[in-house]
């Protein structure tokens, strides 16, 4: 288990993790989003003891992961924008990672080298964004580490090599029980893959559970007729007689409590990540503005 307790992460004035507390369980792919500054690429930073807390720790199973190298070796990252030597090649890379990670496995390597077909011996710095992404996948992934930790991880990838590696990423969990931590702005694709979410915003987490449990204690409730008065409504909208309620809880319990009031019509239906993130986070709120008018 990868975990955050009671963490808090500052650069001068600005508070970029504030008690932050956050828990990815042994074998899952958990899910990290959040709006743009809510704290996601800091909050991989210190799962990889790349930056140290301020206060709190963050620990794989019990163990401090800041100035560990042992725990360390144990995590894979790939950031949004990976990094290499200015003048490697992926051959240089493949025997850097080698001489770093005792269990790089040269076999899945050369194996992920016939898929991703990567040139072995030009300069990575002239690949494009998406070759980037894909090296950086074929040498961490040959590196057989027990958690990855990828930022935006198929960003810059085309539809069908981002298929390709999340089936890549999924194959490692279902064979080897490997933790997955992904922070992505595409939730289609996490709802896809992930069973585990939090959302983070402002340096905290808002919501943090397993995909089903979100899902199935948020829900979209339309009824003509009178709704409950203890609902637990996030939101709600009205069009001529149908009312559209974004409600927290059971979903038995729920349409136990509007059967109760008779209501002409109702219908409870799922919500989406996309969905559950914008009425936790009250973005269904802010008016997108017309600048052009």
């Not at 992460?9 to 809510?38: C, E, I, M, S, W």
């Not at 009824?223 to 559209?244: I, M, Q, Y």
Request: aromatic share 8%; glycine share 8%; with cysteine.
């Amino acid at each position: 288990m990868l975990a955050m307790n009671h963490v808090t992460k500052t650069f001068g004035t600005f508070r970029a993790l504030d008690g932050l507390n956050l828990t990815v369980p042994q074998g899952a792919v958990y899910g990290l989003v959040g709006p743009n500054g809510a704290g996601k690429s800091t909050a991989i930073r210190l799962m990889t003891g790349v930056y140290r807390p301020d206060s709190g720790e963050v620990t794989l199973e019990g163990i401090p992961v800041f100035e560990n190298p042992a725990v360390k070796s144990r995590l894979g990252y790939i950031p949004d924008e990976p990094f290499y030597f200015p003048t490697a090649t992926l051959e240089d890379m493949r025997k850097f990672y080698k001489g770093i990670f005792g269990g790089f496995d040269d076999a899945l390597f050369e194996k992920l080298g016939e898929l991703f077909n990567l040139p072995r011996k030009s300069p990575i710095r002239r690949f494009s964004k998406g070759m980037q992404k894909q090296a950086a996948f074929q040498l961490t992934l040959s590196a057989r580490q027990d958690v990855l930790l990828l930022d935006e991880p198929v960003d810059g990838l085309d539809p069908l090599m981002r298929r390709q590696v999340m089936s890549l990423i999924l194959s490692d969990v279902a064979q080897r029980g490997v933790t997955v931590l992904i922070s992505s702005h595409n939730l289609r694709e996490l709802e896809d893959v992930c069973d585990h979410v939090g959302i983070l915003d402002h340096g905290k987490m808002v919501l943090e559970r397993s995909l089903a449990d979100m899902q199935g204690l948020t829900h979209k409730l339309q009824l003509v007729g009178e709704a409950p008065k203890d609902l637990d409504v996030l939101h709600e909208t009205v069009s001529g007689r149908l009312r559209t309620l974004i409600v927290r809880g059971q979903a038995w319990e729920v349409s136990t409590k509007v059967a109760a009031m008779k209501p002409a019509y109702f219908d409870l239906l799922p919500l989406s990540l996309e969905e559950i993130f914008i009425y936790e986070l009250g973005g269904v709120n802010d008016a997108v503005k017309n600048i052009l008018v």
